[in-house]
């Protein structure tokens, strides 16, 4: 079954999946979940694909790459008229799908970089050229990746962000299972903000899914 396929190649790229195989299901669970990017089959028991997109579009603005064997015109027309991102026809390589989700994800990370607001954490002082952080006159010099890092962090506080974010817009490739780079970034700027003493926030893993800076009560 197509489903399961996808679902065990993209885990295998290090990717948290949830699988539904019925359109209503999927739907409920995409309304109640965040996810980084929904593929959605057109042909669904339940509710199809296109009623799902349609729907899922009146709240959500997740991307959504549909996926059809309907490959005609019209078809993919009607699914980008729904709010689609993007349309692969059936059948389709391995290859092509990671190409265009990296792109996405790529795109995405992008457009949140560009609408992240100003930084609301006063006391932590941030500056590009050098890649530093301050805070309360003592200092500690960043690599760019570790910049990168805390000012998305910052961003985006309370929010957990996936690896294969992550490593799209920190270190601008995809991300694989066996790949522990951003595990090692993550680890030296969370010790860096220890040592400057930095308790406004706890640098987290969560389980399965990526790192979150949580506010600390």
């Known amino acids: 079954m197509l ?25 409920e669970q995409a309304l109640l979940e965040p996810f ?40 993919r027309i009607a699914g980008f008229s729904q709010g689609a991102d993007d349309y692969l026809p059936k059948p389709f390589s391995l290859a092509e799908l990671n ?11 992008l457009e949140r970089g560009s609408q992240r607001q100003p930084l609301a954490v006063a006391e ?32 985006s506080v309370d929010e957990t962000l996936s690896k294969p974010f992550l490593y799209q817009h920190v270190l601008h490739r995809g ?9 090692m970034h993550v680890s030296h700027l969370r010790r ?9 926030h706890q640098l987290r893993a969560v389980w399965g899914k990526g790192y979150v800076l949580a506010s600390v009560d």
Request: charged share 25%; hydrophobic share 45%.
């Open 3 to 27: 489903g399961a396929h996808l679902q065990s190649h993209l885990r295998q790229r290090g990717f948290a999946v949830d699988w539904c195989a019925d359109g209503q299901q999927g739907l």
């Open 36 to 75: 980084d990017l929904i593929l959605l089959d057109v042909m669904l028991p339940g509710c199809s694909g296109l009623d799902a997109l349609r729907r899922l579009r009146s709240e959500q603005s997740v991307p959504v790459i549909l996926m059809s064997a309907l490959g005609a015109e019209q078809d």
């Open 99 to 109: 190409v265009r989700i990296d792109a996405i994800l790529r795109r995405v990370a």
């Open 124 to 155: 932590l002082e941030l500056c590009e050229e050098p890649c530093e952080v301050r805070l309360l006159g003592r200092s500690a010099s960043l690599t760019a990746s570790e910049y990168r890092l805390l000012e998305l962090f910052l961003g």
């Open 175 to 183: 991300y694989t299972a066996h790949d522990r780079s951003l595990d």
């Open 192 to 200: 860096k903000l220890l040592a400057l003493g930095y308790d406004r």
